[in-house]
């Protein structure tokens, strides 16, 4: 599987950006897809997770309530619809794969896909 990020961008704080992450080659129920970030300066950390089939979701604490997973079977999508954007949530976002279903918050994804920087200014 690969995977293609796109649909970041500059914003302004309270506004709302949908992030995409398309995947060629076939998903499978229990692969999962994540979503990850990392900040200038700073490690990457975790954003939110879903297997395929939406059986297990994970969110960030940052993300609750703020960010959604959905994803497109169609068209083998998955979305990272975030609204209410703060400055701190400025980084380059990463898609990720996990064929083993992982949803966890640790870097145990086996395929990366590029990252796309979303800018949020106060």
């Known amino acids: 599987v690969q995977l293609q990020a796109f649909g970041g961008g500059s914003v302004q704080a309270g506004d709302s950006l949908r992030l995409s992450c398309t995947a060629s080659?076939?998903?499978?129920?229990?692969?999962?897809l994540g979503w990850f970030r990392q900040a200038p300066g700073k490690a990457r950390e975790f954003v939110a997770a879903?297997?395929?089939?939406?059986?297990?979701?994970n969110y960030a604490d940052s993300a609750k309530g703020r960010f959604a997973l959905s994803k497109d079977g169609a068209r083998n999508t998955a979305y990272l619809q975030m609204n209410d954007l703060k400055p701190e949530d400025t980084g380059v976002y990463y898609c990720a794969a996990s064929y083993a279903g992982y949803v966890g918050e640790h870097d145990k994804f086996d395929t990366w896909g590029q990252g796309t920087l979303v800018t949020v200014s106060s």
């Open positions: 080659g076939r998903i499978f129920r229990g692969y999962s």
């Open positions: 879903s297997t395929w089939s939406g059986s297990a979701i």
